[in-house]
């Protein structure tokens, strides 16, 4: 367990090793989902926000590119309520539309064609329910919408269990990226399984996003730590105390456990090592 | 004319065609996407994609979402 948790993907993008100086400009170490290329590793949800207007304020304060959003009917008793895109407005983010609440496979292929007309937009996050309790997808019917959707022309990042061989399969299947929960959507529980995730994360041969149940800021650094490419997260920050506070946090939380797994971590050891030196003592 | 309308049963006057159904309903074409009878209506067809008595529609758009 020395050289311990640094999966080779991370290294050949980054371009430590043709810097000569030794370290990585930041600006070098960018992600691509689907042939787009983004620099910031967050992606923040829009939902549970007191309004939209904080919520646009927390999205620019976590320096995100990407911002999941979900799709449904309008109201029609009140068309002049306030629009998402009036406040997050979609020149300026990225929108990344779910499938959030859909059961089935065809509900979540209906969802995303609505999308892809309201937006024009074919990089979709698929989540496909299995009940309400804890909200874990069902992973059968989560490959079958995948693969629908797949031949259907959309570029789909998936939800998932943080299932090793499950995440084989959707990569085989086509997914654009692998999104595991670290622990139930909402609960703020921190990464459960790091084994599970580390193992996705040098599986896969496309981006690995920890997607749901980050709590706080040291959640979504082990996540990138253990070699995730981006993380995902919606509840931690809109149900902070203080929202805006809390997506600036988990903006450098991202950018620490990215360097830290860049870096490369010291081995761990059972015993004490001094950093003064022995020799020399009076 | 009686339209189904993300789940309402209303009576409309003039909506011959999806693009005049939007407009009535005071929605913006730009923001939304609409299914007519289970069939998306891209936004190009809302001129020429007329109404029928009974016919189910829905209209979306986005908000907040993780």
Redesign the interface.
């Known amino acids: 367990m020395n050289a311990p948790i640094l999966g080779q993907s991370g290294l050949s993008q980054s371009g430590l090793s043709q810097s000569g100086q030794g370290f990585a400009a930041e600006s070098q170490d960018a992600w691509t989902v689907a042939g787009r290329s983004f620099r910031s590793r967050l992606i923040v ?5 007191k309004d ?1 207007a904080t ?1 646009a304020a927390a999205a620019e304060a976590a320096g995100a590119e990407v911002v ?7 109201n ?1 008793s009140d ?2 309520q306030p ?3 009036d406040f ?1 407005k979609p020149e300026r983010f990225t ?1 990344l ?2 499938t ?1 609440g859909c059961f089935t496979g065809e509900d979540a292929v ?1 969802t995303l ?3 892809r ?3 024009g937009w074919d990089l979709v996050k698929l989540e496909v329910l299995s009940q309400t309790r804890h909200l874990y997808p069902d992973m059968e019917e989560t490959l079958r919408a995948l693969k629908l959707l797949v031949a259907d022309g959309f570029k789909v990042m998936v939800y998932c269990t943080d299932d090793v061989v499950y995440a084989q399969k959707l990569q085989d299947a086509g997914a654009a990226a692998i999104m595991p929960a670290a622990a139930p ?2 609960s703020g529980l921190g990464i459960q399984n790091r084994v599970n995730i580390r193992l996705i994360v040098e599986q896969a041969g496309v981006p690995v996003l920890v997607d ?1 149940g980050v709590g706080t800021a040291s959640d979504a650094t082990m996540a990138m730590e253990l070699g995730c490419d981006a993380v ?1 997260t ?2 931690a920050i809109a149900e902070a105390r203080d929202p805006i506070r809390m997506a600036r946090a988990m903006k450098h939380a991202v950018i620490a456990g990215r360097e830290a797994y860049l870096a490369g971590r010291m081995p761990k050891k059972l015993y004490a090592d001094p950093s003064s030196p022995l020799a020399g003592l009076i | 004319m009686r339209l189904v ?4 049963t209303r009576d409309f006057e003039r909506a011959s065609n999806v693009a005049a159904l939007v407009e009535t ?3 913006d074409l730009r ?5 007519r009878n ?1 069939e ?1 209506v ?2 190009s067809l809302y001129l020429a994609t007329g109404l029928w008595d009974g016919d189910r529609i ?9």
Do not use: D, Q, W
Not at chain 1, 45 to 49: F, P, R, S, V
């Open positions: 949800g829009t939902g549970k926000y939209y919520n999941t959003v979900a799709l449904r009917r309008v029609l068309p002049s629009m998402l895109a997050v929108y539309p779910n959030a209906r064609r609505l999308a007309e309201a937006g959507i909402g749901a995902l919606n509840t | 309308v993300n789940g309402e309903l005071g929605l923001k939304v996407a609409v299914e289970l998306i891209p936004r829905e209209i979306v758009h986005f908000i907040g979402g993780g």
